[in-house]
């Protein structure tokens, strides 16, 4: 099956078939860094161990993407408010039931968080990250699986009711409340595409 395709075989849970992919692609996923392979590794395990991995459900922790979203120019990103933070940051979230793989959630929360349709997510990860957050009245381990992506030209964001707002940056002058992590996600889908941020 082709990663983001939204097809599965007849008969095959989308969660065991999001499972399959998620291995699949960490699998083929090249590190950038020691530490970048290290928690490659870890994810992997995880997914070993639990295959429920990638469902929010999974009492061990699961898997979730982060999106960050540039225009074409390459000069402004895409980023949300979280209120329960009370900062900025990339676009992201769970693996739904009707997800078949990460792609399809990265494409669908992007949608979701920001009211654009048509976000080109980049087929393989630029990082991962492993944080702890709370999930369902719990503090449970989050392993995020971190993509680039591409928002159609003309893009105005325009959130759901009851979202969170979401808001074009330019990429050299991010927020304030943008911590490090979203800084420097945003300086590496800059650098994978050539440019010094």
Not at 47 to 53: E, K, N, R, S
Not at 60 to 72: N, Q, S
Not at 106 to 126: H, K, L, N
């Amino acid at each position: 099956m082709i990663p983001g395709s939204g097809a599965r075989p007849a008969g095959v849970p989308a969660g065991a078939a999001r499972h399959r992919e998620a291995v699949s692609m960490l699998l083929r996923w090249s590190a950038p860094s020691g530490e970048q392979e290290r928690l490659r590794a870890e994810f992997l395990e995880h997914l070993a161990g639990h295959p429920d991995g990638t469902d929010r459900g999974c009492g061990a922790g699961h898997l979730t993407v982060g999106v960050v979203v540039l225009d074409r120019a390459l000069a402004n990103v895409l980023l949300t408010h979280h209120r329960g933070l009370d900062r900025w940051a990339q676009l992201g979230g769970h693996c739904e039931t009707g997800d078949p793989d990460l792609i399809a959630t990265a494409r669908r929360e992007a949608a979701e968080e920001s009211g654009i349709q048509g976000i080109d997510v980049e087929p393989s990860p630029i990082r991962l990250e492993r944080y702890r957050a709370r999930c369902r009245g719990r503090d449970l381990p989050h392993f995020d699986v971190q993509f680039a992506a591409t928002a159609p030209p003309r893009a105005v964001p325009v959130p759901a009711d009851g979202r969170d707002e979401a808001r074009w940056f330019p990429v050299r002058a991010l927020p304030s409340s943008a911590d490090e992590s979203t800084r420097g996600l945003v300086r590496l889908a800059l650098g994978v595409r050539g440019l010094n941020p």
